[in-house]
């Protein structure tokens, strides 16, 4: 009997210790980790960079209040601003809580403005944006919501397929109270569904039209995850909000919400907060992410890496085409969609020392750590073929 709430379904196995791409099990086995405790793991495991950092940082200082200044902080700040559209960034621990500052500067925006009725955000239906009382909301997923009543207005919803890559009747949902549309730039746990760069800058457009803001949730695919270090930047648009996280801490636990200048205007002293967020400890790890992440000809590796990865498992999926349906994502972004069962094709993944994840429509999600080499992907690609001809 465990004495942890029950809220997640957990595969019977632990680790011990993790190293570079592998994880070494409490029952002997070593795992290929293309989990990544959910992209978040960028670095790969105990990467030595960032456990110098943690060492070296924990004896000197850990946490103060953001009631001083954190030169830290404001060093993790000025990097990502540098390396981006943003003006401001706010700290946070989790991606939840990102996306949540995302909804407070949109709406704080037009209030500053005197708009105070332009609150609504328009969010795609079946997204993920986290689990507090508004992110799952704005996700608009019944499973997510249901038994946690009352409803939290303010959020509509727009359809987004992956077989019709546009948005229907958007012109349509936004309305006079229509404050912001927030996207995520990859659909994450809803299937590795990329907005096509038409497609964003199409949003781009018509919020200018409209003068609504654009949020882009970029909490998993952000961060060099895509192959560059945000996912949008492909399609070459501007977003006015970025939230971010499960990257940038390398597996501690850091959020962030990047914003421009305009968005920013609301948020003047005490409106948002966090005890923990950006403390002393928490940037420098979040800094020594960057310093391996933004070193020449890192991103361009990751994005080598990641075609390279989705042209092998194009070719499986020619091999065995009657259980691997699409490969798509951005990056080491990965998912593949099969027509065989997900949740059975992890469990056999699994068997044979292969870490995946699942996510909605089907898919078998594939996160390799940022550091991966050529040979690791090789090895994945050995081991998926071997599932996909086992597999019944
Ligand atoms: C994981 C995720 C979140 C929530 O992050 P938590 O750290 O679990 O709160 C929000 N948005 C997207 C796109 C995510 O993938």
């Given at each position: 009997?465990?004495?942890?709430?029950?809220?997640?379904?957990?595969?019977?196995?632990?680790?011990?210790?993790?190293?570079?791409?592998?994880?070494?099990?409490?029952?002997?086995?070593?795992?290929?980790?293309?989990?990544?405790?959910?992209?978040?793991?960028?670095?790969?495991?105990?990467?030595?960079?960032?456990?110098?950092t943690?060492?070296?940082?924990?004896?000197?200082?850990?946490?103060?209040?953001?009631?001083?200044?954190?030169?830290?902080?404001?060093?993790?700040?000025?990097?990502?601003?540098?390396?981006?559209?943003?003006?401001?960034?706010?700290?946070?621990?989790?991606?939840?809580?990102?996306?949540?500052?995302?909804?407070?500067?949109?709406?704080r925006?037009?209030?500053?403005?005197?708009?105070?009725?332009?609150?609504?955000?328009?969010?795609?239906?079946?997204?993920?944006?986290?689990?507090?009382?508004?992110?799952?909301?704005?996700?608009?997923?019944?499973?997510?919501?249901?038994?946690?009543?009352?409803?939290?207005p303010?959020?509509?919803?727009?359809?987004?397929?992956?077989?019709?890559?546009?948005?229907?009747?958007?012109?349509?949902?936004?309305?006079k109270?229509?404050?912001?549309?927030?996207?995520?730039?990859?659909?994450?746990?809803?299937?590795?569904?990329?907005?096509?760069?038409?497609?964003?800058?199409?949003l781009?457009?018509?919020?200018?039209?409209?003068?609504?803001?654009?949020?882009?949730?970029?909490?998993?695919?952000?961060?060099?995850?895509?192959?560059?270090?945000?996912?949008?930047?492909?399609?070459?648009?501007?977003?006015?909000?970025?939230?971010?996280?499960?990257?940038?801490?390398?597996?501690?636990?850091?959020g962030?919400?990047?914003?421009?200048?305009?968005a920013?205007?609301?948020?003047?002293?005490?409106?948002?907060?966090?005890?923990?967020?950006?403390?002393?400890?928490?940037?420098?790890?979040?800094?020594?992410?960057?310093?391996?992440?933004?070193?020449?000809?890192?991103?361009?590796?990751?994005?080598?890496?990641?075609?390279?990865?989705?042209?092998?498992?194009?070719?499986?999926?020619?091999?065995?085409?009657?259980?691997?349906?699409?490969?798509?994502?951005?990056?080491?972004?990965?998912?593949?969609?099969?027509?065989?069962?997900?949740?059975?094709?992890?469990?056999?993944?699994?068997?044979?020392?292969?870490?995946?994840?699942?996510?909605?429509?089907?898919?078998?999600?594939?996160?390799?750590?940022?550091?991966?080499?050529?040979?690791?992907?090789?090895?994945?690609?050995?081991?998926?073929?071997?599932?996909?001809?086992?597999?019944?």
């Amino acid at each position: 009997m465990s004495a942890i709430l029950g809220t997640y379904t957990r595969r019977k196995v632990s680790f011990k210790k993790g190293k570079g791409v592998y994880l070494y099990a409490h029952n002997g086995n070593k795992y290929l980790d293309f989990v990544s405790g959910i992209a978040v793991n960028s670095l790969g495991h105990c990467h030595n960079h960032m456990v110098q950092t943690i060492q070296r940082q924990s004896k000197k200082l850990i946490h103060v209040s953001n009631a001083f200044e954190i030169p830290e902080q404001e060093k993790l700040a000025r990097r990502l601003t540098n390396n981006s559209f943003a003006d401001y960034v706010v700290f946070v621990n989790s991606g939840a809580e990102a996306t949540e500052a995302a909804i407070k500067i949109a709406r704080r925006y037009f209030f500053s403005i005197g708009k105070s009725y332009k609150n609504r955000i328009l969010c795609i239906k079946n997204s993920f944006h986290g689990r507090t009382i508004a992110a799952i909301h704005a996700s608009g997923s019944k499973k997510m919501i249901e038994g946690f009543g009352p409803k939290v207005p303010g959020f509509d919803h727009i359809e987004f397929r992956n077989s019709i890559p546009r948005f229907l009747n958007l012109r349509k949902k936004i309305k006079k109270n229509t404050a912001a549309i927030m996207v995520e730039t990859v659909l994450g746990e809803g299937g590795i569904k990329c907005i096509p760069n038409k497609c964003l800058r199409y949003l781009r457009k018509i919020c200018d039209e409209k003068k609504i803001l654009l949020i882009l949730d970029e909490v998993q695919c952000g961060i060099g995850r895509s192959g560059k270090l945000f996912a949008f930047q492909y399609a070459n648009v501007k977003p006015d909000i970025v939230p971010i996280a499960k990257g940038i801490g390398g597996g501690f636990p850091i959020g962030a919400c990047l914003v421009n200048k305009k968005a920013s205007i609301g948020m003047t002293p005490g409106t948002h907060g966090s005890t923990f967020g950006g403390n002393p400890l928490a940037m420098s790890v979040g800094n020594s992410v960057l310093d391996v992440i933004l070193k020449k000809g890192f991103l361009q590796n990751v994005e080598k890496n990641g075609k390279f990865f989705k042209d092998e498992l194009v070719k499986l999926k020619d091999k065995h085409s009657n259980k691997v349906l699409e490969v798509r994502g951005k990056g080491l972004m990965i998912g593949i969609k099969l027509s065989v069962d997900n949740i059975k094709f992890l469990n056999h993944m699994f068997k044979n020392k292969l870490l995946g994840v699942k996510a909605a429509d089907n898919v078998v999600r594939l996160l390799p750590p940022l550091i991966i080499k050529k040979n690791e992907i090789k090895e994945a690609i050995k081991i998926l073929d071997k599932t996909l001809g086992d597999f019944q």
